[in-house]
């Protein structure tokens, strides 16, 4: 049964023609634009000191090695391409929600009151959500991923070479990190985007089975396949380290797991309200049902066709 069908659920507002739609999202799209582009200004005036707060996974990192926090730019036009990353994406967090607002806005006029009650606390979550996988990859993942890549520095000890250029009397090679900022900032956000998209999917499995297009035995049935799934997206959108790996796929199967109890409660929270107002139906009384319906056939086969001709 459709929530729209509810008693005194109805649109707020009356149909508009096309045109209307069109330029209202227009204007709404403007709005977001001209929002961004004022977050991103902002950020960009301040883009030094959330660089410095970006880095602060790998200087903790080095200094527990007993080494300096220095990223080095390999190009003059380095340092700008860094900042206009660092504004994009403090820009659009800064604007988010905003932009968030904005398209509920226009979504909001065609959806029954009951559709708004629904889906709004996923409008909520969907966020909240987000910034909670990419805390989680910013404050536990990045560090360990640092500190799994930093391990492999080499560092040479001994007595300085010989004026004769002996090999044997050289030092041993020294191999430390001189990381470039750009590339460590583009990781950065690979991690934080990653972990954030990848923790939206208990809202939208959730979401799905609220609309009726998964089921919680549906996706026990192909839990081996999203176990492969997950594998591979773990493959994909980490760096080649085990532990990262590992980590993302642990985390991404158990929001499977909470999807699925996410579903099957909403399932539940369908079939008592359907059963409240009389439209649920089990499949065992259906069965019982053609099964009734047989047996007196069966029974009384000339009767049932004496009443088919009559009707």
Same mark, same amino acid.
């Given at each position: ?71 080095? @730019? ?47 606390? @996923? ?24 500190? @799994? ?45 990653? @972990? ?116």
């Amino acid at each position: 049964m459709s929530d729209s069908n509810i008693p005194g659920d109805e649109l707020e507002d009356s149909a508009a023609p096309l045109i209307e739609h069109l330029a209202e999202l227009r204007m709404r799209l403007i709005r977001c634009v001209v929002a961004f582009l004022i977050g991103m200004v902002i950020c960009f005036t301040v883009a030094t000191p959330i660089f410095t707060f970006l880095t602060s996974p790998l200087c903790q990192v080095l200094a527990e090695r007993g080494q300096d926090c220095d990223l080095i @730019f390999i190009s003059p036009q380095e340092g700008f391409f860094v900042a206009i990353k660092v504004s994009l994406l403090g820009g659009f967090i800064l604007s988010f929600p905003y932009l968030a607002n904005q398209m509920w806005r226009f979504v909001a006029p065609g959806l029954y009151k009951s559709e708004k009650g629904a889906f709004l606390p @996923f409008l909520v979550a969907s966020p909240f959500m987000f910034f909670l996988g990419a805390s989680f990859a910013f404050y536990v993942v990045t560090p360990l991923a640092y500190d @799994f890549f930093l391990g492999f520095q080499q560092f040479g000890t001994g007595g300085e070479a010989l004026p004769d250029g002996d090999p044997q009397n050289a030092a041993p090679l020294s191999v430390v990190f001189q990381g470039s900022a750009q590339e460590y900032l583009n990781l950065t956000i690979k991690f934080i985007v990653a @972990f954030g998209l990848c923790f939206q999917l208990p809202v939208l499995l959730t979401l799905m089975g609220k609309a009726g297009l998964v089921t919680a035995p549906g996706l026990k049935a192909v839990r081996k396949y999203a176990v492969v799934g997950i594998l591979v997206l773990a493959a994909l959108v980490t760096p080649p380290d085990v532990i990262t790996q590992i980590i993302l796929f642990t985390v991404v199967y158990g929001l499977y797991e909470v999807s699925i109890f996410l579903v099957a409660r909403v399932e539940r929270e369908r079939e008592k309200r359907l059963r409240a107002e009389g439209l649920w139906f089990d499949d065992e009384d259906e069965d019982a049902d053609a099964d009734d319906v047989a047996e007196g056939m069966d029974a009384h086969p000339e009767e049932m066709l004496d009443d088919e001709t009559k009707k």
